[in-house]
């Protein structure tokens, strides 16, 4: 993309304007292709930088499947019709693609062929509708060996006496994508019973040789990224390690989450 030679990119499932390490060069690679198609449910920062923005249905307006591990099938069924002139992203594949077919009937064609092929279709496709899931037969399950001296030895050739900065998600917001709904914000972590933002915590050795204390404001650098966020003092943390939430920091996204906290992606 940074040398100009790419056309177009369709943008699904992910921010890179906001999540990938290094958000700035992607965003100033990603203006200099001619088409950026955004799918997306939500306004992001990806989206902000493409000309063409299509507005996906909701996982409860739309159809779809998935496989969590071989055999095992589930079906995602709407509950609700669709609230805005939306489509699904198999919709838009279909559309792309000249299929006049629906999303809805292209999955019960997908699974006639596939994943019900063999007797009744109509009478099973109703009961894995019923039951929202179908297992098939089990296959050979494979072989995996595994050495947990070998690993614990690679894990000890790694450590270092460095400081590390750790960074994590939390449980209500995680990688930033659903921050625009208020309660998660208000969430409290299980750990630090913090909400609104994120924070860096230090280990108690350290903020007592230190004379830092919870909301002492600290700045830390990796690479090109200084952060300057509020101290938490944390029981039971690693001594050397320093740790940032991820999923902070939103410049493009609903009121509740613009502008709060700092991006550590």
Known sequence: MDSGEVDLVIVYGVNLCFTYCDNARFTSALKKVGNRVALVETPNETSKNCNTVL???HSMEAWGDAEAYRG???LQQPTITRLFNTRSLTDCLLKWTGDNRDGY??????????????GDFNNQWKKALHDGVYVAAAGKAAEVKVSAAEAASKIS????????LVTYQKIGIGDGSLGHLPWLQELPDPLTRATWGNYITVNTTWAKDNGVKTGDVLEVKAGKTTLTLP???APGQAKG??????GYGRTES???SLNVGQNAF
């Open 72 to 74: 095992h099938y589930s």
């Open 231 to 233: 101290a938490f003092v």
């Open 55 to 57: 507005g996906l249905d």
């Open 105 to 118: 009937t292209y999955l019960r064609d997908f699974w006639k062929e596939s994943v019900l092929a063999d």
């Open 157 to 164: 050739s790694e450590a270092t006496t460095k400081d590390e």
């Open 254 to 256: 609903g009121l509740a």
């Open 241 to 246: 390690t320093f740790g940032v939430a991820v």
